[in-house]
Structure formats: structure tokens, C-alpha cells
């Protein structure tokens, strides 16, 4: 098993705190600050923000579970074991608003730390530029619509070897919980 379990609160609380944070942000926006403050906290911890599994589609990395509940909210599909974001945001086609602020208990100070230096390093940056620094070594291991494996998002962000053994270490024992 190459996942880690999904925390709605917390994966929640990861985007209602980017939604806050800029006040709109458009689906792929979104999807690409969370998979770099994802990466970033991997890289440095050995585990995830949102605890998210990422799909390698066309336009990039997409966070299944959370893009599930935005679609959710939208009335595209209705998942109810998706349903975390709804009553929260507010999704106009592209553009997510917040409807609620962010529950900043879910996170760690790592947590948050990582995702404001997402959204520094990431909000500014257009569609195009989002999909060329999303298109790395990590997306491109996998075909379209494949889960990408967190190992392989941890070596593009240069994670340590003691780093990339603590998420081996890590998967195995979410593995073993789930048995």
C-alpha cells in the first residue's frame, strides 16, 4: 500500500486555510499549492499535510480526496463520503471562495509552515507556469490518472535518504493499521 489514510479535518483545514489565505483561488490553483506544501512537508518530515493521495493528470498533480469534495460542493457528482468542504467553500465554476474560516487547530506549526510557503511561492504563478513546475521527475513516473507514489514526490523535492526510509517506514505501518 503506497497511501497514507485520509485525514478529512485535517486535509480540510489544509484548504480552507489556502482558500483564506487568497481570498479566491481557482480548482488547479489550489491543487498545485497543496501538492507543493504536500511535497515540501514529506520532503522535510516524512509524512503529508492533507495526507492526500495525488494523481498524475493532464494538467498536473491533483489531490484525489479534496478534488472529489470540491466536485462535491459544485453538484458535479455527489460522494458522500466526501464531504468535508461542503458549507465551507463556495465553487463558481473554476473559483473557489471561503464560506467559513480555517480550523488552524488541525494543523501542525510544520503544516502551516509549509503550506504559507506554498502559497508564497505558488499563488503568483500563472496556469502555464503551475503546470511546468508541476510536470516533474514525480509526474512524469506514473501514466495519467495513476496514483503518484509518495517516493517518488519526496526524491523530486531532494528528500534525504534517512527522509525517504522514515516514509517507507512509514507506508508499512499504515499498511499494517489497515489490516
Not at 77 to 93: F, Q, T
Amino acid at each position: 500500500m503506497d497511501k497514507f489514510t485520509y485525514n478529512e479535518q485535517k486535509a480540510v483545514a489544509a484548504v480552507m486555510l489556502v482558500v483564506n489565505e487568497l481570498s479566491s483561488v481557482d480548482r488547479h490553483k489550489l491543487a498545485k499549492i497543496l501538492f507543493f506544501a504536500d511535497q515540501k512537508h514529506l520532503a522535510r518530515y516524512g509524512r503529508t499535510i492533507t495526507s492526500d493521495t495525488y494523481c498524475a493528470m493532464e494538467a498536473g498533480p491533483v489531490p484525489s480526496h479534496i478534488y472529489d469534495s470540491i466536485k462535491t460542493v459544485a453538484k458535479e457528482h455527489h460522494l458522500h463520503s466526501h464531504v468535508g468542504l461542503e458549507g465551507k467553500i463556495e465553487v463558481n465554476k473554476r473559483m473557489i471562495t471561503p464560506l467559513a474560516k480555517a480550523d488552524i487547530d488541525q494543523l501542525s506549526c510544520s503544516d502551516f509552515e509549509c503550506l504559507i510557503e506554498s502559497i508564497n511561492e505558488n499563488s503568483g504563478l500563472t496556469f502555464g507556469q503551475l503546470i511546468d513546475k508541476s510536470h516533474g521527475p514525480a509526474w512524469e513516473s506514473v501514466a495519467e490518472n495513476q496514483q503518484i507514489p509518495f517516493i517518488e514526490i519526496a526524491k523530486e523535492a531532494s528528500a534525504s535518504d534517512e527522509i525517504l526510509e522514515i516514509i517507507e517506514m512509514n507506508l508499512q505501518a499504515e499498511t499494517l493499521l489497515s489490516l
